[in-house]
């Protein structure tokens, strides 16, 4: 069974930088892509950004040019460098993971980015 343990993320001022880190573990296959999504109060969970075992990426159009999305194929790891953070950021920032030929989807637990103005 794959699982998902996220680290990061907390509290900063507006502006600031936090990371964000997902490792996943069990059974993985490629292709697959791993991305980050986010949920704040009152909306509905929204992609932040993937990236697709081969490389390729996508952002929300809300953080391209301030997040960064990389990850590790051996370590079956993705990151999330999230840079001039601004108070919309706020939100509980989940890791997920979809295999594409075995068409099976997991969530990790949920970390909580909080920006202050």
């Known amino acids: 069974q794959v699982q998902l343990v996220e680290s990061g993320g907390g509290s900063v001022q507006a502006g600031g930088s936090l990371g964000l880190s997902c490792a996943a573990s069990g059974n993985i296959f490629r292709p697959n892509v791993m991305g980050w999504y986010r949920q704040a109060p009152g909306k509905q969970r929204e992609l932040v950004a993937n990236i697709f075992s081969g490389g390729s990426t996508n952002y929300a159009d809300s953080v391209k040019g301030r997040f960064t999305i990389s990850r590790d194929n051996a370590e079956n790891t993705v990151s999330l460098q999230m840079n001039s953070l601004k108070p919309e950021d706020t939100a509980v920032y989940y890791c997920?993971?979809?295999?594409?030929?075995?068409?099976?989807?997991?969530w990790g637990q949920g970390t909580l980015v909080t920006v202050s103005s």
């Open positions: 997920n993971l979809k295999q594409l030929t075995l068409i099976s989807e997991v």
